[in-house]
T-cell receptor, first 113, second 115 residues
Framework: DQQVKQNSPSLSVQEGRISILNCDYTNSMFDYFLWYKKYPAEGPTFLISISSIKDKNEDGRFTVFLNKSAKHLSLHIVPSQPGDSAVYFCAASDIQGAQKLVFGQGTRLTINP | DSGVTQTPKHLITATGQRVTLRCSPRSGDLSVYWYQQSLDQGLQFLIQYYNGEERAKGNILERFSAQQFPDLHSELNLSSLELGDSALYFC??????????????FGPGTRLTVT
């Protein structure tokens, strides 16, 4: 039972354009959502998070949107840069209960020059 | 650099053996989490410790155990190792809600290869 799903294993975007990564979840108890970026042979790096009381959070080039009714969140990266090429993981947590993170399978983003 | 350290970086051992992975959390973080990343399972939560006490358990095998010491570093012990235990093991730490922050910060991981 995969509670957090990233349906696109890979995404290719031209440098300077917008990258949109998507994530769906099934557990309505999740109330905190995070995006991590991961390079090979390194640990996941925290990018941005959003609480379920918000529908948008922005940090520089990164914006996360949350649609609770659709149980869907997305990460927008504008403008995309070559250094953004990595695997991106969506994660969810029930902060009122155990705060463990439940991860999606990841999306490999490639930014083309 | 997340501030979370893990040792060793790589570990190669034989089936049936026992290993210990070590993690030091970020300064001030009381919670430590362990995750396993294998090729077919993605990142899976194993166990959480908060200020020395076990707080939550995930899909952790009975052959695996962990503890958190008074100085807040944590160790993950893996015994009777099998080929399928080969994976990346990550430690993460968090302030767990202090200041409304719930982000977990990950260490660089330990790559375990069981031969």
């Amino acid at each position: 039972d995969q509670q957090v799903k990233q349906n696109s294993p890979s995404l290719s975007v031209q440098e300077g354009r917008i990258s949109i990564l998507n994530c769906d979840y099934t557990n309505s108890m999740f109330d905190y959502f995070l995006w991590y970026k991961k390079y090979p042979a390194e640990g996941p790096t925290f990018l941005i998070s959003i609480s379920s009381i918000k529908d948008k959070n922005e940090d520089g080039r990164f914006t996360v949107f949350l649609n609770k009714s659709a149980k869907h969140l997305s990460l927008h990266i504008v403008p995309s840069q070559p250094g953004d090429s990595a695997v991106y993981f969506c994660a969810a947590s029930d902060i009122q209960g155990a705060q463990k993170l439940v991860f999606g399978q990841g999306t490999r983003l490639t930014i083309n020059p | 650099d997340s501030g979370v350290t893990q040792t060793p970086k790589h570990l190669i051992t034989a089936t049936g053996q026992r290993v210990t992975l070590r993690c030091s959390p970020r300064s001030g973080d009381l919670s430590v989490y362990w995750y396993q990343q294998s090729l077919d399972q993605g990142l899976q939560f194993l166990i959480q410790y908060y200020n020395g006490e076990e707080r939550a358990k995930g899909n952790i095998l009975e052959r695996f155990s962990a503890q958190q010491f008074p100085d807040l570093h944590s160790e993950l012990n893996l015994s009777s190792l099998e080929l399928g235990d080969s994976a990346l093991y990550f430690c993460a730490s968090s302030v767990d809600g202090a200041g409304g922050q719930y982000e977990q910060y990950f260490g660089p991981g330990t790559r375990l290869t069981v031969t």
